[in-house]
């Protein structure tokens, strides 16, 4: 069984910084794209970010692109995306992806972990 467990997600105010983490068991990490997505209450789930296997590509949603970092460390199985500058606007549950190397979407999820910014 794949598992994708988030972790660091809480309370922070508008401007603050937190960083999530995902840690990956049951799959052979290193061959897998990573990415964070997140869903408001009433909303969609949208995409956040991306990253590669080797973790020298990675990509972002315009609307957190300068403001978050994907990265990942192999070693630890595991996967982080650093948030800084947070609005309001970035509350939701964010949710931990994994996506083989054939697939052509993300295929393993984690069961999220709730950010919230207040004003």
């Known amino acids: 069984q794949v598992l994708l467990r988030e972790s660091g997600g809480g309370l922070v105010q508008a401007g603050g910084s937190l960083r999530l983490s995902c840690a990956a068991s049951g799959l052979t990490f290193s061959t897998y794209a990573m990415g964070w997505f997140r869903q408001a209450p009433g909303k969609e789930r949208e995409f956040v970010a991306r990253i590669n296997w080797s973790g020298g590509n990675t990509d972002y949603a315009d609307s957190v692109k300068g403001r978050f970092t994907i990265s990942r460390d192999n070693a630890k199985n595991t996967v982080y995306l650093q948030m800084a500058s947070l609005k309001p606007e970035d509350t939701a549950v964010y949710y931990c992806?994994?996506?083989?190397?054939?697939?052509?979407?993300?295929?393993?999820w984690g069961q999220g972990t709730q950010v919230t910014v207040s004003s």
């Open positions: 992806a994994a996506k083989s190397l054939p697939s052509m979407s993300f295929n393993f």
